[in-house]
């Protein structure tokens, strides 16, 4: 019988004074900890079931586990020297493990679902005939907290939403339940998807508290707003997350975090039953810890929502034949300036040697003017939508302003780097008719960024690094994909993004895996292995 793990609140001045000389104001932490959660909540629930999950079983576990891939674990089970009971417990104990001890938390993690030790044993009396080992089936997977599971809250990070406990389910969590994946639980964000406070850090909430990067603790930025996604997949604590993107959300954590993360087109997920900013760039996205594990998890989301006005069906598969993607003969549009950079260099490098023809080009200039003013008046509109809709029958706020109002009563829990974008959200008197006038002005200028040069030289694609071009690809509603292309000498992680045309995910998928493939650039974070 193992002994209880207890989390202990500790005085943080030391570490704050400390984080006040960073050069980076994003990494002036106010806070570390929630003022809001207690971490042993998280855990409480598995108390008995962790209670007999030893450290000698994790260790012999970690081998199977740690850094495999969806098609290695399926395999793992199907040989029998791994359960999806064992896969859960491992997630859950690690989870613990880390999140428990000051000197290494991450809080990644805000809640964990109290059923899915029970769901996964439910597989294993099932056993494993006639599963495929490229399926979701059993795999233990994270959600953003701003994306709806039926018995669970929905937060978006945020102390007004902190009993929302929404009507149903999302959509694509239908979809994954459906594919017989194990909801592991929610992850932290950036609060209210990092459309909220200005200038603020990079994966706080009032709810999680301060998310941090495992690839340097304190020291590099986790990315936002799917901060906890990045974090949890890095860190091996399940097997995928998902993310959301409006501009850059999925792209940027995954770059900071090394990790694979794909933006799909608008209207290839579902987003009924996920807290928005926008209704017309928000999506979900698979975050991963390879690509082949990106296009399984896609695969398990994809449906035609009837709910979801930007919805479409796709029979398209993704995932098969990703072993055998090549980049021979594959046009891969450069963008000039990048190439001052080493690792991006790299990269193309290691293209061109696998068999790309890369074609070097300076992008139009194009203006971004009003973009701001989109999320503005979407989320001012959108987000009173979903909780007339989806949103806890019982919450108390109704819009931006009675958040707004509500945060006022305690800022210094609730908005302790202020609320300047909701602000200006109320603020914001924005015609209907003007919106949709700078929705289609912005969407040909973003469409014009990328496809002039892919016009002009035949782009298959057009390489990018981290979420420096995720504004345009979210204006021109373009799909896009991160894999991890190196690290700095600081040992912070960069990315190279791939950026295709609408509906071309399967395209990206097959040039990430071939590049994948040719550099093998992730590398687990050491204090995490």
């Known amino acids: 019988m193992e002994p209880a793990v207890v989390w202990e609140p500790y005085d943080e001045t030391a570490e704050l004074e400390e984080q006040a000389l960073n050069e980076n104001e994003r990494l002036q932490f106010k806070l570390i900890n929630s003022k809001f959660l207690d971490k042993n909540t998280i855990w409480n629930s598995f108390e008995a ?57 991450l809080n990644a993690v805000i809640a964990l679902s109290p059923e899915v030790v029970d769901q996964a044993r439910a597989l294993d009396e099932k056993g494993t005939e006639g599963t495929d080992v490229y399926s979701i089936y059993g795999m233990p997977v994270l959600l953003k907290d701003n994306i709806d599971v039926s018995g669970m809250n929905t937060t978006a990070g945020a102390i007004a939403f902190a009993e929302n406990q929404p009507q149903a389910s999302a959509f694509i969590v239908d979809r994954l339940q459906q594919n017989n994946a194990l909801i592991l639980g929610k992850v932290n964000l950036s609060e209210w998807a990092y459309y909220f406070c200005s200038g603020c850090p990079l994966g706080y909430s009032a709810v999680g508290g301060q998310t941090l990067n495992p690839y340097g603790r304190k020291e590099f930025e986790t990315g936002g707003s799917s901060s906890g996604s990045g974090v949890a997949v890095a860190a ?14 999925i792209i940027s954590p995954s770059s900071q975090n090394s990790v694979v993360g794909l933006k799909p087109t608008v209207g290839l997920l579902s987003r009924t039953g996920i807290v928005p900013i926008s209704s017309t760039l928000d999506t979900p996205g698979p975050m991963t810890k390879s690509v082949i594990d990106n296009a399984i998890f896609l695969q398990a989301m994809i449906g035609e929502d009837r709910q979801d006005k930007a919805s479409v069906a796709s ?3 993704y995932f098969h034949g990703l072993q055998e993607a090549s980049l021979e003969g594959k046009r891969v549009g450069v963008i000039k300036e990048l190439l001052q950079d080493s690792l991006y ?10 068999g790309a023809t890369v074609i070097e080009f300076d992008p139009p200039q194009v203006s971004m003017e009003g973009f701001a003013t989109l999320l503005d008046v979407d989320m001012k509109q959108d987000l009173p ?20 109002g509500f945060n006022l009563g305690d800022s210094l829990t609730r908005a302790p780097y202020g609320q300047a974008l909701f602000e200006g959200i109320v603020r914001d008197t ?44 979210a204006v021109a509603k373009y799909p896009a994909l991160t894999v991890p292309m190196g690290y700095q000498k600081t040992g912070e992680p960069k990315n190279a993004t ?20 040719a550099s093998r650039q992730r590398i687990a974070p050491e204090t995490y292995n």
């Open 49 to 105: 079931d962790l209670a007999e999950f030893s450290e000698e079983k994790y260790h012999q576990l970690k081998p199977l586990i740690l850094e495999q891939d969806i098609p290695t674990l399926q395999q793992s089970i199907k040989n029998g020297n791994l359960t999806y009971t064992d896969l859960t417990l491992f997630y859950i104990y690690r989870i613990r493990k880390f999140e428990s001890d000051n000197d290494l938390s």
């Open 236 to 249: 091996n604590y399940a097997v995928a997350a998902v993310g959301t993107e409006t501009s850059g959300s």
């Open 315 to 317: 029979d398209k598969d």
């Open 345 to 354: 260099n790299a990269a193309v490098e290691q293209m061109r040697t696998a």
């Open 385 to 404: 939508n979903y909780i007339a809709t989806a949103g806890d029958e019982d919450l108390e706020v109704r819009d931006v302003k009675d958040i707004v």
């Open 430 to 473: 924005t015609t209907v008719e003007e919106l949709e006038a700078l929705k289609i002005r912005l969407q040909e200028n973003g469409r014009r960024f990328f496809d002039e040069p892919m016009d002009e030289h035949k782009l298959d694609v057009v390489l990018s690094i981290n979420n420096y071009h995720a504004g345009y690809a």
């Open 498 to 517: 791939f950026i295709a045309r609408p509906f071309e995910e399967d395209k990206l998928l097959q040039l990430g895996a071939a590049f994948e493939k």
